[in-house]
């Protein structure tokens, strides 16, 4: 059974900086490429940042150049490092596989990231 928990949220005031944390088991974690997603309130979850097996990332274009995704296969863990934090960003940050992401499965608790103006 996938199992993944994320941490690290937190408030920060806008223009801080945040790391969160997804560890996740249950999976072959090095063959899986990983998604940290987002949701805010009233709003539909979104995908923020992705890192391949192959250790290719892609961003959505309002977070490129302040986010940062990795991954440690040792540690089973992937990782989102935030800067220059706004306000928008606010949101319930989950980090899923892309495939199960797809099919709307094994979503975690979250961890829930406010930043104050």
């Known amino acids: 059974q996938v199992q993944l928990v994320e941490s690290g949220g937190g408030l920060v005031q806008a223009g801080g900086s945040l790391r969160l944390s997804c560890v996740a088991s249950?999976?072959?974690?090095?063959?899986?490429?990983m998604g940290w997603f987002r949701q805010a309130p009233g709003k539909q979850r979104e995908l923020v940042a992705a890192?391949?097996?192959?250790?290719?990332?892609n961003y959505a274009d309002s977070v490129k150049g302040r986010f940062t995704i990795s991954r440690d296969n040792t540690k089973r863990t992937v990782f989102l490092q935030m800067n220059s934090l706004k306000p928008e960003d606010t949101a319930v940050y989950y980090c899923?596989?892309?495939?199960?992401?797809?099919?709307?499965?094994?979503w975690g608790q979250g961890t829930q990231v406010t930043v104050s103006s």
């Open positions: 890192i391949t097996s192959g250790m290719s990332t």
């Open positions: 249950g999976i072959i974690f090095s063959m899986n490429a």
């Open positions: 899923n596989t892309l495939a199960g992401a797809s099919r709307n499965l094994d």
